[in-house]
């Protein structure tokens, strides 16, 4: 038993959901291959607390959904126009540098919108949003402590950064920019205005960047469609290799 | 081979009422990111409430050569321990 | 720490006969070496050698399994591999920690495994090619790393002893979960328990290896007995290996791949057919299926990570000096 309230309430989870599977699947590349053996410890944190929210939000998305899907189905049986993602998360973890920049972009989203979802009227979004405010504290620090000693480090550091930072700031107008999902569910006192989000975020990193010496990019062009099922070409692969058991042996339990 | 990030002593407290205690070191450019790492590397399944770190060389030990002139003085003083005493039978609170 | 391991002979040629008199005693007392204690030159060699190749180990065997950490079938499994994992690089940081404390900075050791000088565990130049590898790990590789390691939590030297230790508790799960992945996938569809059955078929053998060469011709052996670095044969941990692995390959309902695999009924024990003994050798001279790409992830992240480490130290070092300021 469907409603359009209890559709949108699922894609809403859905889309927090993605936003973590995603930056986790990214992230979990970097083990075994980072610059120090520590930031190797570091880096499977972050992306095991983020694995953890996403299955969490997973969880619940099958739930409000009512289809019978679990986690792994909806990780692992829906294609790229069904992935509900901020376009920033999927992009490629190229250098060091734009791992962490991507890392700190969306850690600070993420600060902000969990902060919001923290007081939902729907009991199950706040208590996970509770919990993941904890993890992204850390995982704020971490980033944005990152990247300062990249900006503010040596001159390839910093050159390196800000390539990064004019790479990735095309996608950080998604974040900020709702649609009629958001609406409803602002108005129902379940989830906040994406909008009110971008002067607090602005504010703070206009700060960081002041810091770590970095320059905040003029306004340009955003990119957009991820939330909507619209995504980068770079999905598909994150989607393939990700899902290919599953998929090639579709009556399998592992 | 680029330089090295110093080596950092890392001591956890893994409850409140214990002192902290060596656990072992680790590398990181400052401070702050000692604390960060030896977080990560030291108390990833609930160690610690507390976390202190010293630079390495910061640390200054006994020469191990000395460690008799040092230590043996104080193992002939047994009236330091109360077991040197004699306690008559039936004698409490002492 | 503690880096004065010079000698120090004080001009007295008895003095280090003294020294090494006591230092047996101690050992014989079993009264653990601490790190700034004197000891002899070729002890605190062997046990560089030995605990450096240890940590050497659990970096490079991040890669086998890391190679699937994105693959891994559900989420859960996914957590698990990836805690895992990180995990070894914790092992391997614990284990560089202690060797340390002989007097060596980890990048010193960090280049001559670069450099091919050092060696590490030859199982890890094995390919990962399907998911049931990543159960035959678990189950098998860290089934015999665990046999190997506990010993080592009373050896003689206490850096070492600790790490391990500590190294050992965290292990615990290690084994089971892989043994939990052979498990589903041994009862799973029959394509699944023939994936199992080939990770167990192409495993076995080097799990076996683990142990290294047989006592009759192992070089180190006879001298880490003595300095309490070894505390069992490479020959009476394999056959403790051997012993609870078969029972347990039998409950899964899959075959060990050795025809001449017999219980012994007078020894109580099994007996395993011949070992090849060339292949590992091979394997360790460099010609293994995955030495040069294994090496050379490594290579790849050291450099690759060479200007974020400069960055960092720099950072520190004008913060350092504007404080000071």
Redesign the interface.
């Known amino acids: 038993m469907t409603t359009p309230f209890l559709d949108a309430r699922a894609q809403y989870v859905l889309r927090l959901a993605d936003n973590a599977?995603v930056l986790a699947?990214r992230l979990?590349?970097w083990?075994?291959?980072?610059?120090?053996?520590?930031?190797?410890?570091a880096l499977?944190?972050v992306?095991?607390d983020l694995?953890?929210q996403?299955?969490l939000w997973?969880a619940y998305a099958g739930e409000l959904e009512g289809a019978g899907r679990d986690?792994?189905a909806l990780?692992?049986h829906r294609d790229v126009r069904e992935f509900r993602n901020v376009l920033l998360v999927e992009r490629p973890n190229g250098?060091?540098a734009a791992t962490t920049v991507r890392g700190y972009l969306y850690d600070l989203w993420a600060h902000f919108a969990l902060s919001e979802l923290a007081r939902s009227k729907d009991d199950r979004i706040a208590g996970i949003a509770q919990k993941a405010l904890k993890e992204n504290a850390y995982h704020l620090r971490r980033s944005e402590d990152w990247l300062?000693?990249?900006g503010?480090?040596?001159q390839?550091?910093r050159e390196?950064t800000q390539r990064a930072v004019n790479d990735l700031w095309r996608y950080t107008g998604e974040l900020f920019l709702g649609d009629d999902v958001d609406a409803l569910m602002q108005s129902r006192g379940i989830g906040f205005s994406p909008e009110a989000l971008l002067d607090p975020w602005l504010e703070r990193v206009r700060e960081s960047f002041s810091t770590a010496t970095l320059e905040v990019p003029a306004d340009a062009w955003m990119q957009r469609g991820g939330k909507q099922g619209v995504h980068t070409e770079a999905l598909g692969y994150v989607l393939a290799?990700?899902q290919?058991?599953?998929r090639a042996?579709p009556?399998?339990?592992? | 081979?680029?330089?090295?990030?110093p080596?950092w002593?890392i001591f956890v407290r893994s409850e409140a009422g214990l002192a902290h205690k060596h656990?072992?070191?680790?590398?990181a450019?400052?401070a702050r990111?000692a604390l960060e790492n030896a977080r990560d590397?030291y108390t990833?399944?609930n160690e610690g409430v507390s976390i202190w770190v010293v630079e390495?060389t910061d640390?200054h030990?006994?020469?191990?050569?000395e460690a008799e002139a040092f230590f043996e003085p104080s193992q002939d003083k047994q009236y330091r321990h109360p077991t040197f005493y004699h306690v008559p039978d039936g004698v409490k609170h002492l | 720490?503690?880096t004065?391991m010079s000698d120090?002979i004080d001009g007295n040629p008895n003095a280090a006969d003294e020294r090494e008199g006591a230092f047996n005693a101690r050992l014989d007392r079993a009264v653990k070496i601490e790190s700034?204690?004197?000891m002899p030159e070729a002890y605190r060699k062997t046990l560089l050698r030995q605990i450096s190749q240890h940590a050497h180990s659990e970096?490079v065997g991040?890669?086998p399994e890391?190679n699937w950490?994105?693959?891994?079938?559900?989420?859960?499994?996914?957590?698990i591999l990836?805690?895992k994992?990180?995990?070894e690089?914790?092992h391997?940081?614990?284990l560089?920690?202690?060797a340390?404390t002989l007097g060596t900075?980890?990048?010193e050791m960090v280049?001559a495994l670069h450099s091919g000088k050092a060696k590490y565990s030859s199982i890890f130049n094995y390919p990962t090619l399907a998911?049931a590898d990543v159960g035959a790990i678990g189950w098998l590789v860290d089934g015999a790393a665990i046999i190997n390691q506990i010993p080592i939590t009373r050896c003689s030297y206490g850096p070492y002893a600790?790490?391990m230790v500590?190294i050992c508790k965290?292990e615990s799960f290690h084994q089971r979960q892989g043994f939990d992945i052979m498990w589903?996938l041994a009862h799973?569809?029959p394509?699944?328990h023939a994936m199992a059955q080939d990770a167990l078929d192409r495993w076995w053998w080097p799990a076996v290896m683990m142990f290294g060469p047989p006592d009759s011709e192992s070089v180190h052996n006879e001298q880490s007995l003595r300095w309490k670095i070894k505390l069992f044969t490479n020959d009476e941990l394999r056959q403790k290996f051997v012993d609870q692995v078969v029972p347990q390959s039998e409950r899964l309902g899959l075959k060990i791949p050795d025809p001449d695999l017999r219980w012994n009924e007078a020894t109580q024990h099994y007996e395993i057919g011949q070992v090849d003994w060339d292949e590992f050798y091979r394997v360790i001279r460099g010609d293994g299926p995955c030495n040069r790409e294994r090496l050379q992830?490594r290579i790849?992240?050291w450099d690759?990570?060479?200007?974020?480490?400069?960055?960092?130290?720099?950072?520190?070092r004008?913060?350092?000096a504007r404080s000071v300021a």
């Open positions: 599977l699947q979990c590349a083990i075994g291959h980072a610059p120090v053996m520590e930031e190797d410890v499977a944190n992306s095991l694995l953890g996403a299955r997973l986690e792994d990780a692992y250098d060091f300062v000693r990249l503010d480090g040596t390839e550091s390196r290799e990700m290919v058991l599953p042996m009556e399998a339990t592992w | 081979m680029s330089e090295s990030w080596q002593e656990v072992g070191s680790l590398h450019a400052d990111m590397l990833r399944r390495s640390v030990a006994i020469d191990p050569s | 720490m503690y004065q120090g700034p204690d004197w970096i991040m890669l890391g950490i994105t693959r891994a079938p559900s989420l859960q499994r996914k957590a990836l805690a994992v990180q995990d690089a914790g391997g940081l614990y560089y920690s202690a340390e900075p980890r990048d280049a998911w600790r790490a500590r965290e589903t799973g569809t394509e699944q992830a790849d992240a690759e990570g060479t200007w974020v480490r400069d960055a960092a130290a720099e950072y520190a004008k913060h350092a």
